[in-house]
């Protein structure tokens, strides 16, 4: 059973930088795509980046681009997300996903999540 593990979260004044890890264990994920989510208080879950493992193509939504900045590390199963010029609206639990390619997210493993708090 997969199993992955969110660090790195805390509290940040905007325009600040922080760097969340998910370590990832229990299976092999060369043929998964990783990825990061938030939820903030009242709203949804919502998409901030992905990586497939293997190729390390990645994509963002509109929100981050630009700011934040998503990788892997092969040798220590571990996916980052980089994230600088942070704004209080990016406060938010922030959730690490993994799911085979081709399959959607909501059939993936998740972690427990990590709380990202954006001062003003």
């Known amino acids: 059973q997969a199993q992955l593990v969110e660090s790195g979260g805390g509290l940040v004044q905007a325009g600040g930088s922080l760097r969340l890890s998910c370590a990832a264990s229990g299976r092999t994920f060369s043929n998964y795509r990783m990825g990061w989510f938030r939820q903030a208080p009242g709203k949804e879950r919502e998409f901030v980046a992905m990586?497939?493992?293997?190729?390390?193509?990645?994509y963002y939504s509109d929100s981050v681009k630009g700011r934040f900045t998503i990788s892997r590390d092969n040798a220590k199963n571990t996916v980052y997300l980089q994230m600088n010029s942070l704004k209080p609206e990016d406060t938010a639990v922030y959730y690490c996903a993994a799911v085979q390619n081709g399959t959607p997210w909501s059939g993936g493993y998740w972690g427990q999540g990590t709380q990202v708090t954006v001062s003003s």
């Open positions: 990586i497939y493992w293997s190729g390390g193509t990645t």
